[in-house]
Each structure stands twice: as C-alpha cells, then as structure tokens.
C-alpha cells in the first residue's frame, strides 16, 4: 500500500488548512487510519484516528476541537481539517494505515503498518 500525503504548507497563526492522504490500495476501506505528527529535534505524535467506516474519530488533547479528521471510501482518501492553527502545530504530518482491518486505530505508532512519506506544516507568529 502506498500513501501519498499532501497538503502542508506556511500558515499564519490563526489559519486553516486540509492535509489529505490517498491510498493506492483498494481495501482501504477496511482499514482505520490515523495522522500522526514530528517536530524538529521531538519524537513523534499521535494526531488524530478515524475508523474504516468514518463513524468513529479520536483526537489528542492538544488538537481537540480545532482539528477534524474525515474520509472518503470512494476516493481512497483520508483529510485532515486543520483550524486555528498554533505554532505549536508545526510540524510534519504523517498518515498511516492500522495493522488490523475492521478494529479501531490505536494512539501508538507501532500500531500501524504503512506510513506515507509526510507532509511539512508550518506555522509562523
């Protein structure tokens, strides 16, 4: 499965944007996805879940409320919706494909078997 992420870009505080990821494969819809994310020199986040149906979605503390996860089956791609931005919220965002078909994404990275290449946000004062 390959993951293509896209999206990332400079943004003033306060600013929006929508990350998305596509996937090359066609079971994905059987699969919960999750958006992780790394700051320079800081180890790597967990974001955000949302299971295979799109029902069901979780979010770290730090970006309840201001961040919406989303997916459509039908194009085999998941979005991230991004407001209100801070830059704490720099980053680069990553999205990955949960181990277990059917099973709700975890909160830890190992959890997870195909990662796309990420997707460089950046927040600016």
């Known amino acids: 499965v390959q993951l293509q992420a896209s999206g990332g870009g400079l943004v003033q505080a306060g600013g929006s944007l929508r990350l998305s990821c596509a996937a090359s494969?066609?079971?994905?819809?059987?699969?919960?996805m999750g958006w992780f994310r790394q700051g320079l020199g800081k180890e790597r986040e967990y974001v955000s879940a949302?299971?295979?149906?799109?029902?069901?979605?979780d979010y770290s503390d730090s970006v309840k409320g201001r961040f919406t996860i989303s997916r459509d089956n039908a194009k085999k791609t998941v979005y991230l919706q991004m407001n209100t931005l801070k830059p704490e919220d720099t980053a680069v965002y990553y999205c990955a494909v949960y181990r277990s078909p059917f099973r709700f994404p975890g909160q830890r990275g190992a959890e997870y078997k195909y990662w796309g290449q990420g997707t460089q946000v950046t927040v600016s004062s």
């Open positions: 494969d066609g079971t994905f819809s059987s699969y919960g």
């Open positions: 949302i299971s295979y149906s799109g029902s069901t979605t």
